[in-house]
């Protein structure tokens, strides 16, 4: 470590092999090594001494609609990179809607790397769009460096980006296949979400009717067989329903190539403490109950679920109306979904270990960054979140960074609270106070 510039030392360091006092030397941006606690520091170097904060990887969180260009009032570059830097994320992949233009076209693509260049507080990358008739633009796509694919099964909540049937997701799925891409999906069948009961109003209990299990498993054994006729890799975005997951061990156990995520609101939040009206709730699929709830932590236990993600998709106040049927669908959750998961993870007696690999080490992996993301390790980018995981604080809106700070999480005491982050080296925030942004725009490694 002499030509380490800055040393990180932490009583509680979580590496791939545990959690143990360490000293983390850095150098050029990059952890030089992983060092016993009382390793000498060389002159040169400056010493953090973090004390018993945990020094954790930063996060990789791979789903996060930012919205900009288009509809930046819903968020923008600036304040997402800046909730994420506040939770302890230090890389982001945007979602290829709900922004204008979606991220279907490589010249879409080039607008939105505009737009973010000089926003970006944290790493971002960005997602590509599967539509009806846009084919021929995902090699182009790819070779431009989008992580993968996006498509929904069912409408998306938004006119520009059509959802997919079955022949054109078959023909999407072939050609990503032929190039060895990603396709991730919204998997909710729309033929069982018309048949299932749309009473709108306040009613939570009206909402998760009109969102079944059964839509989700429907779609998603749909996608399980065309990933296994086509030899494809599939990704089920937000899995909600508990019921899925028997599907999905059968066909990971006879070798379909598919992964899943879930996300903080799905594991910490129930139907049964949604008040009527509170469509800050609201997203697609919808929260289930306390006892689908946990399926989920089975599932997330035995890897069967591989990853967390906050699908963090904002809109303005008012279009979270009263009416489940007709308000915005999404969670606001990017700054708090580290606290969020911590929380809940330690009541059921899970470590950071676990909170780590669920919402760093997989999601890197996952989008190909796993030789550069997702773990304390020599070689890594100098990605951190400092916690201090036994503090506790009490959700205020007025404390997010997001543009509009509606939250469903709102009044809630969480444990762990972020003390710094650190993105190649360098802190980005301590107390509240951000750097210039210094983020980088990344495109899928080769
Ligand atoms: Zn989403």
Not at 324 to 330: C, E, I, L, S, V
Request: hydrophobic content about 45%; proline content about 6%.
């Amino acid at each position: 470590m002499s030509d380490a510039e800055l040393v990180l030392r932490s009583t509680r360091v979580v590496t791939p092999e545990g959690t143990r006092a360490a000293a983390v030397a850095v150098s050029a941006g990059r952890i030089a090594a992983v060092l016993p606690h009382d390793a000498e520091v060389p002159a040169a170097a400056r010493l953090e001494d973090l004390g018993d904060h945990v020094l954790l990887p930063g996060l990789v969180d791979t789903h996060v609609h930012v919205n900009d260009p288009g509809r930046t009032e819903w968020e923008g570059f600036w304040t997402a990179t800046r909730a994420a830097v506040a939770g302890g994320v230090t890389t982001l992949v945007d979602m290829p809607l709900n922004s204008l233009p979606p991220t279907t076209t490589v010249e879409h693509l080039r607008v939105k790397r505009a737009v973010a260049a000089d926003k970006a507080h944290v790493d971002v990358g960005f997602w590509g769009g599967a539509l009806p008739g846009n084919v021929k633009d995902l090699r182009p796509l790819h070779d431009a460096g989008v992580f993968g694919f996006k498509a929904f099964l069912s409408p998306s909540g938004v006119d520009e980006f059509p959802h997919l049937d079955q022949e054109r997701l078959a023909a999407s799925l072939a050609e990503i296949a032929g190039f060895g891409g990603l396709l991730i999906v919204h998997a909710e069948d729309p033929h069982h979400l018309a048949a299932a009961p749309q009473h709108g109003g306040p009613r939570y209990a009206d909402f998760l009717a009109s969102r079944p299990r059964g839509a989700e498993d429907t779609a998603i054994a749909g996608l399980i067989a065309q990933a296994r006729r086509l030899d494809a890799r599939v990704h089920v975005l937000h899995l909600s329903s508990g019921d899925a997951l028997p599907l999905i061990r059968a066909a990971r156990a006879e070798g379909v190539r598919i992964t899943v995520e879930t996300c903080p609101h799905y594991l910490t939040l129930t139907a049964e403490e949604v008040p009527d009206g509170a469509s800050e709730f609201k997203c697609c699929p919808p929260i289930r109950e306390a006892a689908n709830q946990d399926l989920l932590w089975e599932a997330l236990a035995d890897g069967t679920i591989d990853c967390v993600v906050t699908d963090h998709s904002p809109s303005t106040a008012d279009l979270k109306t009263d009416d489940f049927a007709t308000a915005w669908g999404g969670i606001s959750g990017l700054q708090l979904s580290l606290s969020a998961v911590w929380t809940e993870a330690r009541r059921r007696g899970h470590g950071l270990e676990d909170v780590v690999r669920w919402m760093s080490a997989r999601t890197a992996a996952l989008v190909g960054l796993g030789a550069a993301k997702g773990a304390i390790a020599p070689g890594r980018d100098a990605d951190f979140a400092v916690l201090a995981p036994d503090e506790t604080f009490t959700v205020d809106p007025a404390g997010l960074q997001h543009r509009n700070r509606v939250t469903a999480y709102a009044g809630r005491t969480l444990y762990g609270v972020v003390k710094s982050t650190w993105l190649r080296g360098e802190r980005i925030v301590e107390n509240g106070v951000f750097t210039a942004p210094k983020g980088l725009l990344l495109s899928r490694p080769h």
